[in-house]
């Protein structure tokens, strides 16, 4: 019967093997192909320091164009390779309060790839055409448009501008400029007294121009503007919604537009052409509710998704314009500037404000648009992928260890029993462990993972290797931080051991054991002060100008030394400040009484000196507690940021890693921050490593 029992067991053990091997593995796979086969993260398109003003997806091919705030137009390819940069854009005139006039370079306003030629709409009020092949300019226009904030579109007559212009602000202009642009301008004004826009458009197919106005109300007017048409009540016809609509996107070749309203929710309305009893406009999908704060829409017409960014928030909604169904939604970023697209690229081109970048800027990003849409399921197989792979992971080793492993069993209901005998210690511990699991070390871990990625908060995680290390050891500040740190370590191990071994010894020599008592107190009474006040004493009442130390220099007729601020005697001064370092004298007080009289008599009788006695038989046989305020001194020193942030701030080349890693901290540059936190934690987690190794030698021996 065993043997029975035996040879079933060993048929089904390379089977059961196979299988629990294999189902972790094909698990993995499928989660790291969710995390690094399918790319929903942004990446970035680097522009140096200069602020991105437009960009735009060539409509005739997969390149793209972006143009910046020092009038340069940039050309990229589909891999996003640098094709061409050329100054598009010249110097604007800029007249003051005062009337006097000054140049200044002017930047881009909007760059357009259309079928027509590449034109490029500046900041100085004139329109180009460029070469889209060398980006050579080809043609300027002969007037400016004069509108200083407005929307741009184009039809096959020429381009059209809408906005306000000098300081009549509520009145309306079009402007357009046919595609030959020395030809005179059309301009034409709102006659029916104020039109405020949020939103303007020319579709491809029927006669009309199309407004948002501020009400959220679509107004239908005819492509030929004239001054007798263009005027209030005069619009061939319009839609209205029950809450107000925010912004306006538009599909041009379907006459299609798509509204974001008050409500939270996308609507989509379709022009009916009818020839007979002229053009109108029916909702094609009602509200599709979506998240609180909306402020723009941007279409992606040949996918057919509505992007729906929000003001307060770092998400973009996605809408099926095709089902008018909501999609999901993506972290991506505050402050979106405009979105575009092209049917002949993979990319989501998106320029975004970064106030807290140095300067701030206009920054450029782009994502695979084709996986957006499918960013929930993704999503949520990187998440049941990792939980499911853990879990047959689990599985598959207890069966892997029950099936080759004899004695596994036994042990494992060992392991249980002891669990079981002390469960009461584990039941009280587990709460304790768990919040340090969530509170400290998911957030350390968290942080080493965060230094090789682009972390900020409101823009979407990016991993960036080791950019992070290059751009700090690229920073003359912190490279002169570590020498700063150095100095600073090696005087606070110093300060950590050596004076309190002093008054230790000092006050054990006392042969009056009032006067040992009295010294005790009055060298823990500075240790009840908290440490900020203490630092603010020697900041403003020692170092400050008015301090002890500088009223008695002027009382020899000296002039007054700048102790925090000065290069030459801040680092000095901080190294000396809380003299005379009395540190915790009592832990080697304590140890030093532990010592028994037995070696102090030998030592005597032997004709041992006080200080040879100190030397030879006090410290070895103190060893551990020097040890350890050596290991509490030098991680005290290292994290210590209170002695820059309280004193000098950084100033005079005196700022130190831990401080510089937390102004990273207040930039939003959780990146940066992380590689420098990565650092110390390494540099602290080599020196306990070693002193623990030779606490280990020291006690075998």
């Not at 680097?46 to 143009?67: H, K, M, N, P």
């Not at 499911?388 to 069993?409: I, N, S």
């Not at 009055?522 to 403003?540: E, H």
């Amino acid at each position: 019967m065993r043997e029975s029992v035996k040879r079933n067991k060993s048929r089904l053990r390379l089977p059961l093997t196979v299988v629990a091997t294999a189902l972790p593995l094909l698990l993995l796979a499928a989660t790291l192909f969710a995390y690094l086969g399918i790319d929903i993260s942004a990446r970035g398109v680097d522009l140096g320091a200069i602020s991105c003003r437009a960009v735009s997806a060539s409509q005739t091919d997969d390149s793209w164009f972006a143009g910046t705030a020092d009038g340069v137009v940039r050309k990229y390819n589909a891999a996003n390779e640098l094709l061409w940069e050329k100054r598009v854009v010249e110097k604007a005139s800029v007249t003051d309060d005062a009337g006097d006039t000054t140049e200044t370079q002017a930047g881009v306003k909007t760059v357009l790839g259309i079928e027509r030629g590449v034109f490029v709409f500046g900041e100085d009020q004139y329109i180009y055409e460029v070469d889209g092949a060398t980006g050579e300019t080809l043609q300027k226009s002969a007037q400016k448009f004069a509108l200083q904030d407005g929307y741009v579109e184009w039809s096959d007559e020429g381009l059209y501008v809408a906005g306000n212009a000098g300081g009549m602000s509520n009145q309306l202009f079009v402007v357009r400029f046919d595609y030959d642009l020395s030809k005179p301008r059309a301009a034409v004004q709102y006659s029916g007294g104020v039109l405020e826009i949020k939103g303007f458009a020319i579709p491809d197919r029927g006669g009309e121009t199309v407004f948002l106005d501020k009400n959220g109300i679509l107004l239908a007017y005819p492509k030929a503007l004239t001054a007798q048409n263009f005027r209030a009540g005069a619009e061939l016809y319009k839609a209205e919604l029950e809450q107000s609509a925010i912004a306006m996107s538009v599909d041009k070749t379907t006459g299609e537009f798509f509204l974001i309203a008050k409500d939270n929710a996308a609507y989509g309305f379709k022009t009916v052409y009818d020839a007979e009893n002229g053009n109108s406009m029916e909702l094609s999908f009602g509200g599709v509710p979506l998240k609180e704060d909306l402020e723009g829409c941007f279409l992606d017409r040949f996918n057919h998704v509505l992007y729906a960014t929000a003001k307060t928030m770092s998400a973009v909604y996605m809408v099926d314009t095709e089902r008018g169904a909501y999609i999901g939604e993506f972290s991506a970023f505050f402050d979106i500037v405009e979105i575009s697209v092209s049917e002949h690229s993979d990319n989501l081109f998106m320029s975004v404000y970064e106030p807290g970048a140095s300067p701030p800027r206009v920054n450029l990003y782009f994502y695979d648009r084709n996986a957006l849409p499918k960013i929930n399921l993704v999503k949520t197989l990187r998440v049941t992928g990792a939980i499911l792979t853990a879990a047959f992971a689990a599985v598959g080793a207890a069966t892997l260890a029950a099936l080759w492993a004899a004695r596994f069993g036994q042990r494992a209901r060992g392991v249980f029993r002891r669990i079981n005998k002390s469960k009461r210690v584990y039941l009280f511990l587990f709460p304790s462990m768990a919040l340090l699991a969530v509170f400290c070390y998911y957030p350390g871990f968290s942080s080493l993972l965060y230094a090789f990625m682009d972390y900020r908060i409101g823009y979407p995680l990016r991993f960036i290797g080791l950019d992070n290390f290059k751009a700090l050891f690229a920073n003359a500040e912190f490279v002169n931080s570590i020498k700063n740190m150095a100095i600073f370590l090696a005087a606070d191990i110093v300060k950590a051991v050596v004076p309190p071994l002093i008054f230790a010894e000092l006050i054990l020599a006392m042969r009056s054991a009032r006067a040992r008592y009295a010294a005790r107190i009055l060298l823990y009474l500075p240790g009840v002060l908290p440490v900020v006040a203490v630092t603010l004493v020697w900041t403003y009442g020692i170092y400050g100008v008015d301090g002890l130390l500088n009223q008695t220099l002027r009382a020899f007729g000296a002039d007054p030394v700048y102790f925090l601020s000065a290069p030459g005697t801040n680092i000095v001064s901080l190294v000396f400040m809380n003299f005379p370092f009395i540190g915790s004298y009592l832990i080697l007080y304590g140890a030093l009484n532990n010592i028994p009289d037995e070696y102090y008599q030998a030592a005597k009788m032997e004709g041992c000196s006080w200080l040879r006695r100190i030397v030879t038989i006090d410290i070895p046989l103190i060893g551990g507690q020097i040890q350890y305020l050596f290991i509490i001194g030098f991680i005290a020193s290292v994290q210590d940021v209170g002695r820059i942030m309280l004193t000098t701030s950084g100033a005079g080349n005196s700022s130190v890693p831990i401080y510089i890693m937390y102004n990273y901290i207040s930039a939003n540059e959780l990146g940066r921050s992380s590689a420098i936190a990565l650092m110390l934690f390494a540099f602290l987690a080599a020196v306990t490593a070693l002193n623990m190794r030779k606490t280990v030698k020291r006690d075998e021996v």
